[in-house]
C-alpha cells in the first residue's frame, strides 16, 4: 500500500515522458494531476489507517527488497509510514496536487511537448520527494535527496534557453552538490559507527548513548548532516541559490522552492530528533544559524523589487524559523510551522503567478499597482496568504509562529526570541509592501513601456483573472492558510495541540509530550508572549500601510538619506559577489591556470607528447639503417654471425 | 690420406673467396656465382667430416644441397633477368628502393 503512494507519480512520469509529446495537453496535465490526486486518496488511506492505531504504536513499515547485504551491514529499500512522515505525504500529495491542478492553466502557452515535459519533471519531483519523506532509512531517503536536487535543477531551467535561468539552475545543483556531500559523509560517518543506517536502529543505538557534551562522533555525524540540510533547505552559508531559483516557472517555485523540497532538511532533522538531541552543540548552532538566516532573509526581503524574489526571501526566512524551532528541540513546533507554511506560501507564490500570468510576464512591483480590482480572487487569496505568513491571530500562520517563538523564549534562547520576533516585524512589513505595491494605489506602469501587450490587444482594465483551475487551487489553499492552523491550537488559548501529540512518538523524545502541557504561569507566559507577536504583526502591518501607502516619501527619503546600507539590502549584502570573489574565482583560477594549463596541459600532455617525440626522435635516426641495399644487410648479418662465433670460439 | 684439418682450410679459403666476391662484386650474376662458391665451401666441409667419421651423413646432406643450389639458381637467374629488364642494369646498389 504506501509503495502506490510514490508509484502513481512515477507512472505519471514514464508516461509522459515517453508518449507526451504526441498527448494533447488536456491529457497530459490531466493525466499528471490524477496521479497526484491518486496519491493523495491513498496517502489519506493510510494515514487513517495510522491514526486508528495506539499512539505508541503508529508505524507501518513496508520492505520491498534487501538492496545491499555485505556481513552484518544491510540496506533495504523499504518505506516506513510514521506520525512524522503521514504529515509531509499529506502536505506533498495534497498541496502537489493542487499546483498541478494550477499548472495545467499556468503553462497553458507551452507547446504540447514542453507542457508535457513540464508535467513530467513535476510527477518526477513528487516521486522522489515521496521516496524521501517515506524512506525507511538514511539511504533510501538519500535517493529522493538527490533526485529532488534533480528536479529542481530540470525544473529551474525549465526554459533553459534563457541563459540566467540555466545558470540558475546550474547554481542550484552545484550548490546542493556541497551540501550533499556533508549529507553524504555523515550518512558514512552513521554507517560505521553505529552499523546501521534504518532511522529507528540509528534512533535505538544513539539512545544508549549519553550525551555529548563534548565535540565527539555524534556532534561531527549531526553537523555533516545539518550541512547536508543547509544546502537543501537554504540556509546560511548555502542558501544563494533559492532566489536565483525563482527564474523557474512560478508553479514549481511555489511547490519545490516553498512548499516541499526546501523542508526537506527540516524533515531531516525531525526525523533525527534522537541523533540531533544527542549533539545539543549542534542543536545550538542550528538554531542560531536558523534565526541569523530568518532575520538576513527579511532584511533583503525589504527591499527586492521582484514580486518572487520577495517571496523567495521570504521562504529562506521562513526555513530559518523552522531551523530555529529544531535547534531549539522543539521539533513539534518546527514541523507545524513546514506544514502551515507550506500552505500559505504556496498560496503566496501561486497568487505572484497569477499576477504575473496576468501581466504577462512583469515581475517588478514597482510597475505594478492597483491591481486589486481587476483581479479579485488573487488579491483577497493573496491577501489572506500574507495575513497568514504575518502572523495575524486566529490564522494558520500565527498559532505556528508563535509556538516557535513561545518555544524559543521557554527554553531561554531570550536573544534567539528578540531575532525571531524582529524578523517577524520584517516579514509583516515586507509582506504588506507587497500586497500594497501590487494591489493597492494606482497602477505604474504605462503600455509604451511594454510594446508585447499592445499586441496582445491587453489594455488597463482588461486584465483577465486567475482561470478556473488556478482560482480552485487558489481558493483552496487559501481555506487550508485559515483553518491550517487549528490542528495545533495552543492549550494555553483553550484550544488542544493535537499536532504536538500526533507528533511526539516519532521523535522518541520523552519530553516533548510535557512541553505541550503548558498550564498556570506557563499558560499566562504564552498568552503574554502571543499578545506581543500579535502585536508585532499588526504594528508591521500598520507599518508597510504607512510607508508604501501614507507616506512613500519617507521610504524615499529614508533610502537616500540611508544609500550605503539600501544598495548593500538591495545587492543581497553582496554574498554573491563575495562567494565569487572568494571561491567561484579562484577555484576558477586554479582550475584554469593550475590544473588545467598548469598541470594537464604541462604534466599530462606533457608525459604523453613527451614519449611520442622522443620515439619519433629515436625512429628518424634509427630508420638511417635502413639503406635498402641487400649487401649491407647481408655485411651486417655476417658481421654479426662473425662476432657471435667469435665470441664462442675465443672465450 | 689427406688429414681433416686441411679439408678445412681449404674449405674456409673457398668461403673466404666466396664472401668476398658476394661483398665486392658489382655484378648480380658473380655474386649469385660467389654465393654457389660458399655453398660448395659448406659442402666440402660435410663431405669431410663424413669421411673422417666414416658415415654418409654428410654426402646424404650434400646431395640435399646440390639440389637446393640447383633450384635457387634458376630462381636467382629468373630474378635476375626480371630486375634487369626493369632497371636495364646488374648492379645491386641500383636496386635500394626500399629504404626508409
Redesign the interface.
Known amino acids: 500500500m504506501l509503495s502506490l503512494i510514490p508509484l502513481f507519480p512515477l507512472l505519471g512520469f514514464v508516461v509522459n515522458s515517453t508518449l507526451g509529446r504526441r498527448l494533447p495537453k488536456a491529457v497530459s496535465g490531466g493525466l499528471a494531476s490524477l496521479a497526484m490526486l491518486a496519491s493523495f486518496l491513498v496517502s489519506a488511506v493510510v494515514v487513517w489507517q495510522l491514526a486508528g492505531m495506539a499512539p505508541e504504536e503508529r508505524v507501518l513499515d513496508e520492505r520491498l527488497y534487501t538492496w545491499i547485504a555485505s556481513g552484518d551491514f544491510t540496506v533495504d529499500l523499504a518505506f516506513r509510514l510514521d506520525a512524522l512522515s503521514a504529515v509531509m505525504i499529506l502536505v506533498v500529495t495534497g498541496i502537489g496536487f493542487l499546483i498541478h491542478v494550477y499548472s495545467t492553466a499556468y503553462m497553458h502557452e507551452e507547446t504540447d511537448g514542453e507542457y508535457a515535459r513540464y508535467f513530467s519533471y513535476l510527477n518526477l519531483f513528487a516521486f522522489f520527494m515521496l521516496v524521501l519523506v517515506l524512506g525507511a532509512s538514511f539511504l533510501v531517503m538519500f535517493v529522493g535527496w538527490e533526485g529532488v536536487g534533480l528536479c529542481s535543477y530540470l525544473l529551474i531551467g525549465f526554459w533553459f534557453t534563457k541563459k540566467s535561468a540555466a545558470d540558475a539552475g546550474k547554481k542550484a545543483f552545484v550548490v546542493n552538490r556541497i551540501g550533499d556531500w556533508a549529507f553524504i559523509l555523515g550518512m558514512l560517518l552513521i554507517a560505521t559507527r553505529i552499523g546501521s543506517l534504518d532511522f529507528v536502529r540509528v534512533a535505538e543505538a544513539v539512545a544508549g548513548m549519553p550525551v555529548e557534551t563534548t565535540f565527539g562522533v555524534l556532534s561531527i555525524a549531526s553537523l555533516l548532516l545539518f550541512i547536508g540540510a543547509t544546502g537543501k533547505s537554504a540556509q546560511i552559508p548555502l542558501y544563494v541559490w533559492l532566489p536565483d531559483a525563482m527564474e523557474g516557472p512560478t508553479p514549481v517555485s511555489a511547490l519545490i522552492h516553498a512548499a516541499t523540497m526546501v523542508t526537506a532538511g527540516v524533515y531531516m532533522i525531525g526525523r533525527n530528533a534522537v541523533l540531533f538531541s544527542h549533539a545539543p552543540g549542534v542543536l545550538e548552532m542550528v538554531a542560531v544559524i536558523g534565526a541569523a538566516t530568518a532575520l538576513m532573509a527579511g532584511t533583503i526581503g525589504i527591499v527586492q523589487n521582484d514580486i518572487k524574489r520577495v517571496l523567495a526571501y521570504s521562504t529562506v526566512s521562513q526555513l530559518g524559523y523552522m531551523f530555529l524551532a529544531m535547534g531549539v528541540g522543539a521539533f513539534g513546533a518546527g514541523i507545524f510551522h513546514l506544514y502551515t507554511h507550506a500552505f500559505f506560501k504556496a498560496l503566496l507564490f501561486l497568487g505572484s503567478g497569477a499576477v504575473i500570468h496576468a501581466l504577462h510576464g512583469e515581475q517588478d512591483i514597482r510597475n505594478m499597482g492597483g491591481l486589486k480590482r481587476a483581479l479579485p480572487i488573487t488579491y483577497w487569496t493573496f491577501l489572506i496568504g500574507s495575513l497568514a505568513i504575518a502572523g495575524v491571530p486566529l490564522l494558520s500562520g500565527f498559532f505556528s509562529k508563535d509556538e516557535i517563538l513561545f518555544e524559543t523564549f521557554h527554553t531561554g534562547h531570550t536573544l534567539l526570541w528578540v531575532v525571531g520576533a524582529l524578523t517577524s516585524l520584517l516579514t509583516a512589513t515586507y509582506m504588506f509592501r507587497l500586497v500594497f505595491l501590487t494591489f493597492h494605489g494606482e497602477r505604474r506602469h504605462g503600455p509604451s513601456e511594454h510594446p508585447e501587450e499592445e499586441e496582445h490587444g491587453v489594455h488597463h482594465g482588461h486584465l483577465h483573472d486567475a482561470p478556473a483551475a488556478m482560482a480552485f487551487a487558489l481558493v483552496i489553499l487559501a481555506i487550508g492558510s485559515i483553518v491550517a492552523g487549528y490542528v495545533g491550537v495552543p492549550h494555553a488559548l483553550g484550544g488542544h495541540n493535537s499536532l504536538g501529540e500526533w507528533l511526539a512518538p516519532a521523535f522518541h523524545v520523552g519530553g516533548e509530550a510535557a512541553e505541550s502541557a503548558t498550564v498556570g504561569e506557563e499558560g499566562s507566559l504564552e498568552i503574554t508572549l502571543m499578545l506581543v507577536s500579535s502585536a508585532i504583526a499588526v504594528f508591521g502591518i500598520g507599518l508597510a500601510w504607512f510607508l508604501w501607502r501614507k507616506r512613500q516619501d519617507i521610504v524615499d527619503s529614508l533610502s537616500r538619506r540611508f544609500a550605503g546600507v539600501h544598495r548593500v539590502l538591495l545587492n543581497k549584502y553582496y554574498v554573491d559577489e563575495a562567494y565569487d570573489a572568494t571561491i567561484v574565482q579562484p577555484i576558477r583560477v586554479i582550475s584554469q591556470e593550475g590544473l588545467w594549463r598548469g598541470f594537464d596541459v604541462r604534466v599530462v600532455d606533457g608525459a604523453v607528447n613527451g614519449v611520442g617525440s622522443i620515439v619519433t626522435g629515436g625512429a628518424w635516426t634509427l630508420?638511417?639503417l635502413?639503406?635498402?641495399?641487400?649487401?649491407a644487410y647481408?655485411?651486417s648479418l655476417?658481421v654479426g654471425v662473425v662476432l657471435v662465433l667469435g665470441y664462442y670460439l675465443w672465450r | 690420406m689427406i688429414p681433416l684439418g686441411h679439408f678445412l682450410i681449404l674449405s674456409a679459403i673457398l668461403f673466404a673467396i666466396g664472401s668476398a666476391g658476394v661483398f665486392m662484386r658489382r655484378n648480380l650474376i658473380t655474386i649469385l656465382l660467389s654465393i654457389e662458391i660458399m655453398l660448395n665451401a659448406v659442402n666440402l666441409t660435410f663431405i669431410a667430416f663424413g669421411r673422417h667419421l666414416g658415415r654418409v651423413d654428410g654426402q646424404i646432406i650434400v646431395a640435399f644441397v646440390m639440389t637446393v643450389a640447383a633450384a635457387e639458381a634458376a630462381v636467382g637467374l629468373a630474378i635476375i633477368v626480371a630486375l634487369y629488364r626493369h632497371r636495364e642494369s646488374l648492379n645491386p646498389e641500383a636496386f635500394t628502393s626500399l629504404k626508409w
Open positions: 630508420r638511417r635502413q639503406s635498402g641495399s641487400v649487401r647481408a655485411g655476417f
